[in-house]
């Protein structure tokens, strides 16, 4: 069932690229300088880092049927406070513990609204997310701070072989995958979205499980957010990490994850952030003008979600035969 | 559901308006602190200036209230309102007759609303990525009419934008007011007494148990998101009226803050009827969305 869902993300993937071959012929091309690997692909991977890695911490958040707005102020909260740790003469490890520590904080109290207190998750997110930078802005004093580090500045643009951010976000990836679906947690985070009162009955801690994964994605947002500013040795509180949530949110969503929770896939997140990053990368690429950039993604997201969608699958594969299962199966999707 | 038939059978009623409870004393707590702060704060203009500042918001809200009844969302509806200030501009700019104009606004934001209501229904897509992207959609067409800022010279747009009426009480309002008083008067009579209204409130509770009741439930799936792109033209010409009467609206005025959907959402969420509205202990993406 996901490995059907993944193919029209997969074919989406596969068709950005090919328009990008058309336009620029070298796209493909990859060059290794100075023991680094260089091209349009690896900027791609390097680019969609902090994406991809908010998206997997948002995947879990969807699979327990919530959502989580806020990462995108978490993350410019966390740059702001590496940066100006940094820049008051802090150093380095001191910066990213305190950036992450208040991240878990404000994790934790995001999964309290949601799981002790029961508001609902877009509600109690949307709190941080307009909080948020404001929160940022008060740590740099509406100023954008930069900081002169090498060893910051290896996060976001450093390499080893290739780009280190997108190692640590395929590292948490592979990280929770194996967490999650090696283990019974995955099923547990499952059972929670599927059915809260079930999985409570049947003696699963969903309070617990629903509070850990928003302190896992304000966690994820964090080092993201570490990434953003490094990346530019500067803490925008403003602008570092803006939209993201919704490039997170759609990216999970392009990966066949349901935002009705009960069931992820973490192979299809990946494939999603890929698809949202190969998008914008090609509007710059192909030189999409910039008054139809919106316009172009508008359709390329809408696009992939029509194909997914069980609707369409039935009628490509031309099975309108059957009234019997396929009405039924179209009531339990609704 | 009649409320007070409601209260007789359980003591139900105060759990359930108690957000609405708790936002009205916000509002007295804030709007108190105010007055005992600040001279000559608790006047009758302060309140009317609410109203006139935040006229295109109680539209908007209305609109996305029919949406959040259904159990849905819809993002676009700021962007829905820049397209529309912007094709009224582009319009009136080529010399379109204003009656011709504003018809052009008013099907645009509509025919975008039910699109996206089609294809939540029919294709069964998550209305939150739809109205993602119809948001994109609007703000894209928004750049492709024109990337500068477009400006209303007609002057019965302006005379609408400027003109006010002194009420009893030496009180200031604007037209727009009005405009966004007679959407919700409009819209309580759609939701409590026809029969749309009802079927919109029976499909937030549960939609299969409706359908099988035999009421048109596609019919109000899809309808609330035609609402809700109805809306937005309305809130467009209030956002004209508040934000730059001299010259007429344009887009950049207010169009490009930064979460218009999230700050129009957000009037529905905590004081209105809940996300879901009869199952209180479902989460806002119930039934709807179920798999």
Known sequence: MIRGRLLWPLAALAGLLLLNVVFTHSFLELRIQDGHLYGSLVDILRNGAPTMLIAVGMTL???????????????????????????????????????????????LWNGFLVSVLGIQPIIA????????????????????????????????????????????????????????????????????????????????????????????????????????????????????????????????????????????????????????????TTVYSIGVPTNVTLLFKAVVVITVCLLQSPRTARIIGGRRKPPATAPRSRKVAA | MSTSALASVRPRLPQRFLPVVATVVVFAVTFGIGSVRYQDFASGQVVANLFIDNAFLIVLAVGMTFVILTGGIDLSVGAVAALSTMIAAATLRAGWPVLLSVLAVLVSGTVLGLLMGLVIHYFDVQPFIVTLAGMFLARGLCFLISVESVSITDTSF?????????????????YSVFVALAVVAAAVYVLHLTRFGRTVYAVGGNETSARLMGLPTTRAKVGVYAVSGFAPPWAACCSRCTCSPATGCTRSAWSWTPSPPWSSAAPCWPAGPAMSPVPRRASWSSAPYRR
Request: hydrophobic residues 55%; contains cysteine; aromatic residues 4%.
């Open chain 1, 61 to 107: 958040v969807i699979a327990t049927r919530g959502i989580d707005l806020s990462v995108g102020a978490v993350a410019a909260i966390a740059g702001a406070i590496g940066c100006t740790w940094i820049a008051d003469g802090g150093d380095m490890p001191t910066a990213l513990l305190l950036a992450l520590a208040v991240c878990v904080l404000l994790g």
């Open chain 1, 125 to 280: 997110t949307l709190v941080l997310m307009t909080a948020g930078r404001g929160g940022a802005m008060l740590l740099t004093e509406g100023q954008i701070v930069t900081v002169e580090s090498s060893a910051y500045r290896q996060i976001g643009a450093g390499f080893l072989v290739l780009p280190i951010a997108i190692l640590i976000s395929l590292a948490v990836l592979g990280g929770v995958a194996l967490l999650t679906r090696r283990t019974a947690l995955g099923m547990l985070i499952e059972a929670v979205g599927a059915n809260p009162e079930a999985s409570k009955l049947a003696g699963v801690r969903s309070r617990t499980i629903t509070w850990t994964v928003y302190v896992f994605a304000a966690f994820c947002a964090g080092v993201a957010g570490l990434m953003i500013s490094s990346n530019v040795s500067a803490a925008d509180a403003n602008n570092a990490g803006l939209w993201i949530e919704m490039d997170a949110i759609l990216a999970v969503v392009i990966g066949g994850t349901s935002l009705a929770g009960g069931r992820y896939s973490l192979g299809g997140t990946l494939v999603g952030a890929l698809v949202i990053q190969t998008l914008t």
């Open chain 2, 158 to 174: 302006r005379d609408f934008a400027t003109g006010t009426v002194v009420l009893p009480g030496d009180v200031t309002v604007t």
